[in-house]
């Protein structure tokens, strides 16, 4: 059975930096394309960035590029966001899912990510 | 960026019903588009992609198609457990841009 299970939520100061987990079960990690899709209250979806199998290719959305990095260990099978200046309007639900070609097919639970002071 | 727009935001309909929801992208996708199904509270699943290649698992009522820009999903008999939000993306290019969503109400 395919599990996504996100963790490292939690509230954060305007300016200040998160890095959220992914940890990965039940498929061939290594192999997939992994990504980070958010949603803000009551908003619609935005993906925020995607990631090859092999991590040499990565991207970004305008509204992140610059402040996030996405990485993967395959050692662990966990994916991870690194959230840097963090603004009011990055908070959200982050969700990480694997990406077949843009396709998302496997989704976590989401984590609530909290920008306020 | 493709930007996808999505109508009705809102459609109230009844159990049994055949409901249409219409997605249209800025520029040409190609059959680039997948749809997803959010219910409250949990995480977004994957319908359709490629515009009507349905996703193992999910019922036959739920059907897609369309090319370039213009592009529908379609439930042909509604469930009770079909009330949610159902979202287009396109997957033609990054970054993959949504629609601002459909919410399927009952009547």
């Known amino acids: 059975e395919v599990q996504l299970v996100e963790s490292g939520g939690g509230l954060v100061q305007p300016g200040g930096s998160l890095r959220l987990s992914c940890a990965a079960s039940?498929?061939?990690?290594?192999?997939?394309?992994m990504s980070w899709v958010r949603q803000a209250p009551r908003k619609g979806l935005e993906c925020v960035s995607v990631?090859?199998?092999?991590?040499?290719?990565?991207d970004y959305a305008h509204s992140v590029k610059g402040r996030f990095t996405i990485s993967r260990d395959k050692s662990k099978n966990t994916l991870y966001l690194q959230m840097n200046s963090l603004r009011a309007e990055d908070t959200a639900v982050y969700y990480c899912?694997?990406?077949?070609?843009?396709?998302?097919?496997?989704w976590g639970q989401g984590t609530l990510v909290t920008v306020s002071s | 960026d493709v930007q996808m727009t999505q109508s009705p935001s809102s459609v109230s309909a009844s159990v049994g019903d055949r409901v249409t929801i219409t997605c249209r992208a800025s520029?040409?996708?190609?059959?680039?588009l997948a749809w997803y199904q959010q219910k409250p509270g949990k995480a977004p699943k994957l319908l359709i992609l490629?515009?009507?290649s349905l996703q193992s698992g999910v019922p036959s009522r739920f059907s897609g198609s369309g090319s370039g820009t213009d592009f529908t999903l379609t439930i042909s008999s509604l469930q009770p457990e079909d009330f949610a939000t159902y979202y287009c993306?396109?997957?033609?290019?990054?970054?993959?841009?949504f629609g601002q969503g459909t919410k399927l109400e009952i009547k």
């Open positions: 899912a694997r990406s077949a070609g843009g396709n998302f097919d496997y």
């Open positions: 039940g498929f061939t990690f290594s192999n997939s394309g």
């Open positions: 990631i090859s199998g092999s991590g040499g290719d990565t």
């Open positions: 520029q040409g996708i190609s059959s680039w």
């Open positions: 490629a515009a009507s």
């Open positions: 993306q396109q997957t033609n290019s990054f970054p993959y841009t």
